[in-house]
C-alpha cells in the first residue's frame, strides 16, 4: 500500500544501541501494528495501535516500545538493541474490518 | 497445534493450472479470512478475504472457507510465473473483533514452471 511508508529501509547497529523505526501512514487508519518476519516464525505481532497515544503488547513485544502521538506516524523503538532483534520490520494499518495493509519494511541487522 | 497451519511447500505447479493452497486453523471463534502475496523480499500483499462459509471468486483467485471444518483455501485459476510467491493464511483473533489483531500462518511457498 503506497499510503504506508517506512524509514529507514535499511539500518545496521550495534549492540547495545537504541534504535527506532518510523510508520507514516496517508489513509487515515485507525489501527497500526508492528510486525517482525523470521525464518521459521512467519509474521509476529509486536505491538499495536488503536488510536493516538492508545497502544499495546503484542505477542512478542519484550524489548520493544512503541508511541502514536499522532494519526499518521506509528514509532517502534528498541531500547537497547541486540542480535536477537535483526530481523524484518513490517509496519501495517487497518480499520474496523480487520483488513490489513503493509508498508515495504525495514531490514535491521544488529551486529 | 499451530493456531494457523499451512504446508510450507514448496508446490510446484505448471503454468496453467489451478493452484490450490490449504489453511487450517485451530479457533472457532475467528470470523475473518485473509490471503496475502509475498513476493520475495517484499511486503505482504492482500489479495483476498473472506467471512462467510462457501466461495468467494475475484478474477483468477477464489478463497474458499468452511468454519465447521476450520479451513480456508485459495483457488489460482491459470497460474502464471508471475504467481511465484509465498502465500500467507491470516485469521482474526479471536475476541478481538474489530481490532485487525491477526494471526498470521508461516506461508506456503508456490512454484509456478513455464
Known amino acids: 500500500d503506497a499510503g504506508i511508508t517506512q524509514s529507514p529501509r535499511h539500518k545496521v547497529t550495534e549492540t547495545g544501541t537504541p534504535v527506532t523505526l518510523r510508520c507514516h501512514q496517508t489513509?487515515?487508519?485507525?489501527?497500526m501494528y508492528w510486525y517482525r518476519q523470521d525464518p521459521g516464525h512467519g509474521l509476529r505481532l509486536i505491538h499495536y495501535?488503536?488510536?493516538?497515544?492508545?497502544?499495546d503488547k503484542g505477542e512478542v513485544s519484550d524489548g520493544y516500545s512503541v508511541s502514536r502521538s499522532k494519526t499518521e506516524d506509528f514509532l517502534l523503538t528498541l531500547e537497547s538493541a541486540t542480535s536477537s532483534q535483526t530481523s524484518v520490520y513490517f509496519c501495517?494499518?487497518?480499520?474496523?474490518?480487520?483488513?490489513?495493509?503493509f508498508g515495504p519494511g525495514t531490514r535491521l541487522t544488529v551486529l | 497445534q499451530k493456531e494457523v497451519e499451512q504446508n510450507s511447500g514448496p508446490l510446484s505447479v505448471p503454468e496453467g493450472a489451478i493452484a490450490s493452497l490449504n489453511c487450517t486453523y485451530s479457533?472457532?471463534?475467528?470470523?475473518?479470512f485473509f490471503w496475502y502475496r509475498q513476493y520475495s523480499g517484499k511486503s505482504p500483499e492482500l489479495i483476498m478475504f473472506?467471512?462467510?462459509?462457501g466461495d468467494k471468486e475475484d478474477g483468477r483467485f477464489t478463497a474458499q472457507l468452511n468454519k465447521a471444518s476450520q479451513y480456508v483455501s485459495l483457488l489460482i485459476r491459470d497460474s502464471q510465473p508471475s504467481d511465484s510467491a509465498t502465500y500467507l493464511c491470516?485469521?482474526?483473533?479471536?475476541?478481538?473483533?474489530?481490532?485487525?489483531?491477526?494471526?498470521f500462518g508461516q506461508g506456503t511457498t508456490l512454484q509456478v514452471k513455464p
Open positions: 491470516a485469521v482474526n483473533r479471536p475476541g478481538s473483533s474489530n481490532t485487525g489483531k491477526l494471526i
Open positions: 479457533d472457532r471463534g475467528s470470523q475473518s
Open positions: 501495517a494499518g487497518g480499520g474496523h474490518t480487520d483488513t490489513q495493509y
Open positions: 489513509e487515515n487508519h485507525r489501527y
Open positions: 473472506i467471512y462467510s462459509n
Open positions: 495501535s488503536y488510536g493516538v497515544k492508545d497502544t
